[in-house]
């Protein structure tokens, strides 16, 4: 399978990749900072052309702080209800970042937890996949890995928005409600649900 990473930054972005993917190569030698790549990719997607596309991304970025989060699609046991949010005018999955010695479901399922307000069992249906974005906060340029999963949960559906995090609320939508308001979530997260549930 061909290797390639794609790096959302705002609604547009950079694919590292082996082989030619059809874009304008990027024209700089090196990124000098965040908001170069911002104002340069407003309106273009570009392409990096590497033998090894991963290692070429983490070059890429090596002067961006390298974060990784985790967090999930879940489904209530024995419904038709996956669990959403509403983050930063955005329809969202909970995720968050993973802590010094825990693994990446421990993760997800943590993060899951602290921002829904779910208490129970989670049992992982799948591993989905990676995205990947780019973002600027407090004057720091950071490269955003989250890793994502699919569970389905057994336990009482209450739900708790953890407001802290910006979430305005969490509720439970059907497969079709869910697949019908892609178009309001971010763009990594659209591409990633729609190739792989």
């Given at each position: ?170 509720f439970w939508l059907s497969d079709q ?21």
């Amino acid at each position: 399978m061909l290797q390639k990473y794609k790096v959302f930054i705002e609604t547009t972005y950079i694919i590292f990749s082996a082989a030619d993917q059809g874009l304008p190569n990027w024209p700089h030698k090196r990124p000098k900072a965040i908001d170069e790549l911002v104002n340069g990719l407003q309106k273009t997607n570009f392409q990096v052309l590497a033998p090894d596309p991963e290692q070429a991304m983490h070059d890429f970025f090596k002067h961006f702080k390298f974060v990784q989060t985790a967090g999930g699609l879940v489904q209530q046991a024995q419904a038709d209800a996956f669990l959403w949010m509403h983050r930063f005018a955005h329809l969202d999955l909970p995720k968050g970042k993973i802590e010094k010695g825990e693994g990446t479901v421990q993760a997800a399922i943590r993060e899951i937890e602290e921002e829904t307000g779910l208490n129970g069992q989670f049992e992982r249906l799948d591993t989905l996949a990676c995205t990947y974005h780019v973002y600027e906060m407090k004057g720091r340029s950071f490269l955003k890995q989250n890793h994502w999963f699919r569970f389905r949960f057994l336990g009482e559906a209450q739900l708790k928005a953890q407001a802290e995090e910006g979430i305005e609320a969490v509720f439970w939508l059907s497969d079709q409600e869910w697949r019908s308001r892609l178009a309001e979530t971010y763009p990594g997260l659209r591409e990633l649900l729609t190739a792989t549930c």
